[in-house]
């Protein structure tokens, strides 16, 4: 099992910057990859950025340019930077962290999310 503990929401106006953390604790050995996810109202949940231990990044294209992901191991901890803020970011921020097949009683690709911090940016 995995808990996940996220930090770092809040209110910013438009342009301005919030680091979100979110640190995982358990059997952090089986980690594959961490990432964040955002939910806006009636929406869907959608990716914002992943990152493996290698560590290669990926970034929905909304947040490219603007937002930065990156992770400590030591730590189990992952980061999300986000800068140049818009309102359209406003949205609730998920930690997802994928268990790798084959790792311990892992026996498929396993998802953990934490509760969710909310991030809204005014005009």
């Known amino acids: 099992q995995v808990q996940l503990v996220e930090s770092g929401g809040g209110l910013v106006q438009a342009g301005g910057s919030l680091s979100l953390s979110c640190a995982a604790s358990?059997?952090?050995?089986?980690?594959?990859?961490m990432g964040w996810y955002r939910q806006a109202p009636g929406k869907e949940r959608d990716l914002v950025a992943t990152?493996?231990?290698?560590?290669?990044?990926n970034y929905a294209d909304p947040v490219k340019g603007r937002f930065t992901i990156s992770r400590d191991n030591a730590k189990n901890t992952v980061y999300l930077q986000m800068n140049s803020l818009k309102p359209e970011d406003t949205a609730v921020y998920y930690c997802?962290?994928?268990?790798?097949?084959?790792?311990?009683?892992?026996?498929?690709?396993?998802?953990?999310w934490g509760r969710g911090t909310q991030v809204t940016v005014s005009s």
């Open positions: 997802n962290v994928v268990m790798k097949a084959g790792c311990y009683y892992y026996t498929a690709p396993h998802d953990y």
């Open positions: 358990g059997d952090t050995i089986c980690i594959s990859s």
């Open positions: 990152i493996t231990s290698g560590p290669t990044t």
